[in-house]
Structures are given as C-alpha cells and as structure tokens.
C-alpha cells in the first residue's frame, strides 16, 4: 500500500534536506514532483492540484523559507495537509445509541461486504459488544451461507431470512429479536450489484427506514482506483452515508483511492480492510496513515499490535531463559508464532520509520520474495523436529537434518539456514542478558 508514492514523496524530500536554504524556485519544482507522485500514485487530479497549491502557498513564506531546517518544514507541512486530505487528525466512530443500534453495510458485488461484516462483528465483540450478524442479500443464498459460515467463526450469532421475506420483514424481526435478546449492534449485510441502479437504491432506502438506521456504511474496493471515488459518491448522494470502508487496501501499491475518497465525497473513512483474516480490519488513524506514506512508519499502531499478540507470561519466560542463555527452537517457534498473529511481515515493516526503504532493500537482497512462506517453512522444520532436538538443537547431525528435511518438505540447507538464524537469535539474546547484568543494581 502506497509503496509507489511513498517512494517518490521520499526522493523529493531527500533533495530538499540537501539544500542549506531554499527558495521559491525550488519548492516549485518540488511541489511540482509532489504533484506528479500524486497523479501517478491514481490520486484525483483536482484533489493533487488543490493539495499542491494549499502546501506550496504554506511554503513560500518566511517561517519555511528562513527556517534552520527548511527541508524538514516542508515535509512537516506536506504531512499537515495530508492529515487534513484524509480527513483531520482523529479516528471517526459511528454513534452506536441507543440500543440496539442498526448499522447497515452497503456497495458492490465482490467489494467485500460479507467478509467485513464478520470482521467488524469480532471487532466489536472484543469491545464487549453483543452483536446479531444479518444475512440480507436475499437473492444471493451464497452470500448467507458465508456470512453464517464467518459468524460461527467469530462467535457471533446470525439471522437468515426466510422463504420468501422481504428485507424491510426480515429488517423488522431482526431488531425484534435483538431487543428480546438484548443485542448492541445489529449488522446488515446488505445485498449488492455489478453496478449501482435504482431497484438497489430502493431495496436499501426501505430496510434504512423499517429500522431506523442511522449508520449507514459503505464497502468499498480500494483495489478499482478511481472508480471507488465514483461508486462513493453515487452511494453518498443515494443514502446519506455516515462512513467509508476501504477493503483491498494491502492489493493496491498506488493507494490513490484513500487520498482522494474522503476529499471528493466529505465521507470520512471509517475502517481499512489490509488482508483476507478476520483479524485484518483496522481503523483508520488519518495522522498514522499521513505519517506511512510519507516514509515515518507508524509505531503506535505497532505498539497496539504487539500489545494485542503477545503472551506476557511466554515473555517473561523467555526473558528467563535469555538471562541463563538457555534459549531453544521451541522458544524460536513460539516469537514465529507472536510474528504471525501480528499480522504478515510486510505490514508489519510498513508500520516501521523507512519501512519502504528496508522492504526495498530485502526485496534487492532476494530475501523479500515472501515473508509468509519463509515463516511457514521455518515452522515446518521445527514441527517436524522432535522434543529433544527442539531443546538441544547441538545434537543436529547430517542425518537428523536429512530426516527433518524430508518430514518437513523442504531441503537440508533450508534446515541449515533455520539453525544459522536461530543461532544468531541465541547470540544476540546473550549479549543482551550480558547487558542485563552488567546494569543491574548491586
């Protein structure tokens, strides 16, 4: 996401930080880079000339021009006005009162509806939401099956129409029942179309109105570029929405559809959709995802991430155990597996300052291919090792690697590499309980 403008945005101000002073020559040329970053990366053309002509109008003034550090105030006001692009410095959250609150989910076939359903039904239940998923794509029996598939997934319970029920029937029972059984949140998964036409416009207006829904939300592919700005306004204009979800975000390299959606539609995103798991839906932070693009990484998201997956008494053990130098592959397995629950490497160094810079040196370095595989195969090696030779991996000889090799389908200089990288891990965590020691109190 945002791989290609971020990596432009970068080149320009690397040549800004290089001048001692600026002047008004060479912040437009450098306003006119941003602008071409801007429409390469499938930003809207207005929106990437109003952007470029509220910063370069910042710009030229005496506070940039006479700064100490000129460079690092253009990037400053460049991050500003792309805070307030992507809709001001806060999260936005949808006003779930009173109870039981109805939030209706909309858009276009293959935009990910059904699976964001799910996603923010676990969302919300680990919030300490009581959540009732409901199927209303009556014409699609696909759609329900899966929605009642994700829901059981989830731990959530889901409501299907039945033969023959109109949705405005089914939208009445399902608020009936969420009030006998004491629901938060009712959530429409709504039925959708290859394009936008009235019967759809109909068929939602009537369900908004039978139960009153306040929250309506559309999903919507960031992966189609431009279109998605068109398919949000027609959406916006139609029902009123009160928030946008951008899926596919992680498909699309360009990320030209955030930073025009919210500027052409005043429709603040809401939620961004960055994988296939049910845990892959974030909120969208307009200050954090500013700060990504522009190269600085984003290290409160990643302090949340780490927060959410990480088991404090397996740390605490394993701090135990780097203190004696007594690490081993099954400690090895069990960081693999924290890595994972965070999410897929890629996103993770995203989240990093100069993340793009790293993925592009890994990537040169031919290490950067697949984060996921290589994860799977070190776990793979592992699993396929018994206890002891997880305890005492020095105990490894040709023909236990050969043995691993074949258990785990992969080759014995797969093996070699696994030990070498834990090896590294050991000493690192040595030197480290070194440390501990030497700056304890005595």
Not at 206 to 232: F, M, P, W, Y
Not at 266 to 279: A, H, N, R
Request: with cysteine.
């Amino acid at each position: 996401m945002f791989d290609s403008l971020t990596s432009s945005l970068e080149s320009v101000f690397k040549k800004l930080r290089g001048y001692g002073r600026l002047s008004e020559a060479n912040i437009r040329d450098a306003m006119r880079e941003v602008r071409m970053a801007l429409l390469e990366a499938d930003v809207n053309y207005e929106v990437a000339r109003d952007f470029v002509a509220r910063v370069s109008e910042q710009c030229v003034g005496e506070e940039v021009l006479h700064s100490i550090t000129p460079g690092q105030q253009v990037v400053k006001r460049v991050h500003d006005e792309l805070v307030t692009l992507l809709g001001g410095p806060k999260n936005r959250r949808l006003e779930l009162n009173p109870l039981p609150a109805p939030v209706m989910l909309v858009g276009l076939h293959g935009s990910g509806k059904t699976t964001t359903a799910a996603k923010l039904a676990s969302l919300w239940k680990k919030d300490g939401k009581n959540v009732l998923l409901v199927g209303a794509d009556i014409r699609r029996p696909a759609a329900v099956e899966q929605l009642g598939v994700l829901a059981k997934q989830v731990g959530v319970d889901m409501l299907a129409p039945e033969q023959g029920e109109t949705v405005p029937a089914l939208g009445r029972r399902a608020l009936d029942r969420a009030q006998l059984t004491g629901r938060d949140v009712v959530l429409f998964d709504t039925g959708g179309r290859f394009q936008i036409d009235e019967e759809l416009v109909q068929e939602l207006r009537e369900l908004r109105e039978t139960v009153k829904c306040r929250n309506t939300v559309l999903v919507v592919d960031a992966a189609i570029g431009q279109e998605s700005v068109h398919v949000a306004e027609v959406f916006h204009k139609a029902l009123d929405l009160r928030g946008l979800i951008l899926t596919k975000l992680d498909g699309d390299a360009r990320g030209g559809a955030a930073l025009s959606i919210q500027a052409v539609t005043g429709c603040p995103i809401l939620y961004t959709g960055v994988g296939e798991k049910i845990s892959e839906l974030e909120p969208f932070y307009p200050d954090r995802m500013a700060s990504r693009i522009l190269g600085m990484g984003d290290i409160i998201s990643l302090v949340e991430k780490a927060q959410e997956s990480v088991d404090l008494a397996q740390i605490a053990g394993m701090e135990q155990k780097i203190r004696k130098n007594r690490l081993d592959l099954e400690d090895f397995l069990g960081q693999l597996t924290m890595l994972k629950k965070m999410g897929s490497m890629e996103s993770l160094i995203e989240m990093m300052p100069m993340g793009g810079q790293v993925k592009a040196k890994l990537r040169e370095a031919g290490k950067g291919q697949d984060f996921a595989k290589s994860t799977k195969r070190a776990e793979a090696i592992i699993q396929s090792m018994t206890l002891r030779e997880r305890r005492r991996p020095e105990i490894l000889n040709a023909s236990r690697k050969r043995r691993i090799a074949a258990g785990s389908g992969t080759q014995v200089q797969d093996v070699n590499e696994l030990l070498r990288q834990f090896d590294q891990t050991r000493q690192m965590a040595k030197r480290m309980g070194g440390m501990q020691k030497r700056l304890r109190p005595r």
